[in-house]
Structures are given as C-alpha cells and as structure tokens.
C-alpha cells in the first residue's frame, strides 16, 4: 500500500536543502566503540555537543523507544552472463510467494549493473555459478511493472538455499556508495544493530548503530521503555533527487511491518505523558505511515517534507544526512528547516563524522508550521 505525503514543502525547493559539507568529513569507519560516537543535542535553540554514551540522562523514565528491527543481507553479488560479460546485482527485496510469478519464494528484485541486460529467460552466473560453487539467476523481467526501474530474476541454487542463504553465502555487505572501500568482516559486524533481527535491509538503519549494550542496560536502568518496527531500507534511501520541485519527486517503496504490542506500547506511553522517541528516520516513515494508513504491514512510500503534520514521533534520533535528500526535507520537516540548517553549520565547524558511519543528533519536533 502507498501512503501519500502532506502538501510538499510550502515553496521550498531541493536546492534550498544543500550545505557544503568538506569530504574529509564522510566517516569511512565507525567508532571504535559504538557509544563513542559523538551526539548533538539539538532539542534547545543552542546547540550542545555530547557523547553518545550520555543519551540515557537526556531521556525521562516513560519515555519509549522505538527500534528499527530490520537485519542487513550481503545484498551485492557479483557474477557474469552466459557470454562473459561482468555484472553486479544488488538485490532491493526477496519476493513473497504470492508476489512471485510462480508461487515460490525463490524471486528477487534488484539493480543490476551490466553493459548490455539480458533478455527474459536469460541465465546469469553469480559468485561463480552453480558449476563453480555459485548458483544461477534467470532474468524474467522488469519489477513492478515493464516500466519498472529494478530487475525480477529467479535464483537458483544447489541444495535448495533459499535467497537469503544465498545472499549470506556468496555476497558482499551493500555499504553506502560514499563509503569507498570494499567490505571486510568489520562492516559485517559493524554495518548491523546489535538487536537487527529481520532478514532484509539493504542499508542499516544508521542511527541504531550507535546502541551498544551498554546504552541499552542504562536506558533499562534508568525506566526508558522499547519497542520495534521493521522497515526494510532500500537502496533509493542514496538515490539523488533528480527534480528541482520538491512535488514532482516520486519516493521509493520499502515494506514495513509494525507489532499490535508496539501500538500498545505507544498508547500506553503517551497514556503515562511519555514521549515516543524514533531511532532514525526509518522509524519515523514508519509510524506516520501507520498512522495515516492504519495497516500494521505493507509498503510505504510516503515523503516528509516540510509541512507534514506529525501524529506520533515525538523525539528523533538520527545520523546526518546527504546533502539535498529526501532525509534532509523529513528532518526538517521535524525540528523546523532553520534549526536544523543551523544545527548542519555547527556540526561541519565542529567536524563531527557524517553519514552512515558518522555520529548521531538528538532532535525535538517543533511546534512551529514550517
């Protein structure tokens, strides 16, 4: 299902959401530890630079956090057609068997990087291919529709691996395209929450990196509840805004699923004067999605931008963002785009680590219509 946005943005353009930002600056490695990280507190007018570590004494006991659960899959394989040619598949989601074209759960969608594209029933060779200690795809078409941007193929392995198996066998962590080294075992372990436990990201919901369980325990300690969402991020999360009007953009689809005990949760938080605090943006798209749609599951493609009218995210936690993104409008859209433009200055003179491997910002939502 499809969630629409609010009207976009009340005369702002995608310009209006850039900043220089000095490359020395993209964090190409985490912390050494996860709660080492660096945290700015932007909740007041005044900025306030702390250490990740501290966010349990900045949270009230009753206070409810919301996890993003979605594990990250080695996404990104590589192989080569029938005639040689070299190619690289990122796979974007694992088909449902009511999705897939012959009721299995066998089909995939993705990206696929190649000089020429295979024609239907075409046959790709990845990781080596089944004779080399691989498996095979056969091409079936565009996804969702012929006009469609992603590719289905149907994977075929040898002893009967699912996708999942497969993708966990054979490929490579998907690290951001900012991020300019290959993986290791380190991004394995580090590209991935500590509590990620649902099979199908193929980018790691950022702001969650930063929990260790350490952070977790004193959070318990100090009455902070949690709950989880699952949102599989997508790789259009990267994907640059190619308009100019904010309005002519067309956002990404992600599946999400939200549990009837999250919903509870939340009744019971804001029930008690709590306030709900999202861990990163993926967290937010999702419970403003369930609160416009009502559906506990489905998939969403619905942009924040200024303007947009909240109904459940209180408090936001969240890395800092590409410049001129969809993820620079929903948290501007959050804590006012003044604010958060003034909060990007400080963090680039103060030379925090931006994006996925960077640190993290505390944010208040404003009261204020932007």
């Known amino acids: 299902m499809s969630t629409p946005s609010s009207s976009p943005a009340h005369g702002f353009t995608v310009a209006d959401f850039d900043f220089h930002l000095p490359e020395d600056l993209i ?3 985490p912390a050494a530890e996860r709660s080492a990280s660096r ?9 306030v630079d702390r250490i990740f570590r501290d966010l349990p004494g900045l949270l009230e006991p009753g206070d409810l ?12 394989i590589f192989g080569e057609k ?9 796979i974007e989601r694992v088909l449902l068997p009511h999705e897939a074209t012959d009721g299995s759960g066998n089909e995939v969608v993705g990206h696929l990087r190649v000089s020429k594209k295979p024609l239907p029933g075409g046959r790709l060779h990845l990781a080596g291919g089944l004779k080399g200690g691989g498996f095979d795809a056969v091409f079936i078409g565009r996804w969702p529709d012929e006009q469609g941007q992603l590719f289905r193929l149907r994977l075929e392995g040898t002893a009967g691996e699912d996708p999942y198996a497969l993708m966990e066998r054979h490929g490579h962590v998907p690290l951001p395209p900012y991020i300019t080294h290959g993986d290791t075992e380190d991004d394995a372990r580090r590209y991935q929450t500590v509590f990620a436990r649902v099979p199908g990201a193929v980018a790691a919901p950022t702001a969650a990196l930063h929990f260790d369980e350490g952070v977790l325990a004193a959070l318990e300690a100090r009455g902070v509840q949690r709950a989880n969402v699952t949102l599989h991020v997508g790789a259009g999360t990267f994907a640059p ?5 904010i309005a002519d953009h067309v956002m990404h689809r992600e599946r999400y699923a939200i549990p009837p005990a999250t919903v509870q949760a939340m009744a019971d938080c804001k029930a008690r004067g709590g306030q709900v605090v999202a861990v990163g943006t993926t967290t937010v798209r999702t419970l403003e999605s369930w609160a416009r749609s009502g559906e506990l599951q489905g998939d969403t493609d619905i942009f924040i931008t200024p303007g947009f009218q909240f109904q459940v995210v209180d408090r936001l936690i969240t890395n800092f963002h590409l410049p001129k993104s969809t993820l620079m409008m929903l948290v501007s859209a959050f804590a006012g785009y003044d604010h958060i433009m003034a909060l990007y200055r400080h963090a680039v003179a103060q030379r925090y680590r931006f994006f996925s491997y960077g640190d993290a910002m505390l944010l208040e939502r404003s009261t204020q219509i932007q």
């Open 27 to 29: 964090a190409q490695h």
């Open 39 to 47: 945290l700015l507190d932007g909740r007041r007018t005044a900025p």
């Open 65 to 76: 956090l919301v996890f993003n659960d979605t594990q990250v899959v080695k996404a990104r």
């Open 82 to 90: 029938a005639s040689g040619g070299k190619l690289e598949l990122l």
């Open 241 to 245: 805004m190619k308009t100019e009007r």
